[in-house]
């Protein structure tokens, strides 16, 4: 086949795609995308100075007991009323069993408190249509719950998109009086930073 043939065959091909995939979400779609819980997790990190140790050490606790989803209109925004996820907080776990404890019943009160829940409002720089594939830097917008305060937050995320699964690879600071919360204060820690980093490794897929 004419190169100049070839190229044609190659441009409708591709053209083909994009329109097919326009369609899939035209005028009228809804995208909805759910966590797969078993391959997901949330982290904490906070900066802490143990007694008798030299070094400051970071505090992680992480669970992967997440719920919920996004969905989106034919124009890529948020659907507002539909997009939540939640973190069941008492199953945060850590490698020291007596800071989770202490962070359970004192800072955060998780038999009134059990959930974290962040209800995303607007993605930012992310190219609608979806594409099958690739990576895209984004910045996620949306109300953080934490305990009885809600705030306004942003989260960087990297979203790599393969077919009908997402993956979301999202970071956040902020302090801990933002949400109402107190600095721990136990005998074997010296000091603890006035930050909280949260981590969300999500894997979203597509619900049919």
């Not at 490698?95 to 995303?120: G, M, Q």
């Given at each position: 086949?004419?190169?100049?043939?070839?190229?044609?065959?190659?441009?409708?091909?591709?053209?083909?795609?994009?329109?097919?995939?326009?369609?899939?979400?035209?005028?009228?779609?809804?995208?909805?995308?759910?966590?797969?819980?078993?391959?997901?997790?949330?982290?904490?990190?906070?900066?802490?100075?143990?007694?008798?140790?030299?070094?400051?050490?970071?505090?992680?606790?992480?669970?992967?007991?997440?719920?919920?989803?996004?969905?989106?209109?034919?124009?890529?925004?948020?659907?507002?009323?539909?997009?939540?996820?939640?973190?069941?907080?008492?199953?945060?776990?850590?490698?020291?069993?007596?800071?989770?404890?202490?962070?359970?019943?004192?800072?955060?009160?998780?038999?009134?408190?059990?959930?974290?829940?962040?209800?995303?409002?607007?993605?930012?720089?992310?190219r609608?249509?979806?594409?099958?594939?690739?990576?895209?830097?984004?910045?996620?917008?949306?109300?953080?719950?934490?305990?009885?305060?809600?705030?306004?937050?942003?989260?960087?995320?990297?979203?790599?998109?393969?077919?009908?699964e997402?993956s979301?690879?999202?970071?956040?600071?902020?302090?801990?009086?933002?949400?109402?919360?107190?600095?721990?204060?136990?005998?074997?820690?010296?000091?603890?930073?006035?930050?909280?980093?949260?981590?969300?490794?999500?894997?979203?897929?597509?619900?049919?």
């Amino acid at each position: 086949m004419p190169g100049r043939a070839r190229g044609a065959v190659l441009l409708a091909v591709a053209v083909a795609g994009l329109v097919s995939l326009a369609a899939a979400q035209g005028p009228g779609t809804q995208l909805r995308y759910g966590v797969v819980a078993e391959r997901s997790e949330a982290r904490y990190r906070v900066r802490e100075q143990l007694a008798g140790v030299s070094f400051p050490n970071d505090a992680v606790g992480s669970t992967g007991a997440i719920e919920g989803g996004i969905s989106l209109d034919a124009q890529g925004r948020v659907i507002t009323p539909d997009s939540r996820f939640s973190v069941a907080l008492r199953t945060l776990r850590s490698d020291e069993a007596r800071r989770d404890n202490y962070l359970r019943r004192n800072t955060l009160e998780t038999d009134r408190y059990p959930t974290v829940v962040f209800s995303p409002t607007e993605v930012r720089g992310l190219r609608f249509p979806l594409p099958a594939s690739g990576t895209a830097s984004v910045t996620l917008v949306g109300d953080l719950t934490v305990r009885d305060a809600t705030r306004r937050i942003t989260w960087e995320a990297t979203m790599t998109f393969a077919g009908q699964e997402v993956s979301v690879r999202a970071r956040t600071v902020f302090r801990f009086e933002e949400f109402g919360l107190r600095i721990p204060r136990v005998a074997v820690v010296l000091s603890v930073e006035d930050t909280i980093r949260l981590e969300v490794d999500l894997l979203l897929r597509r619900s049919p």
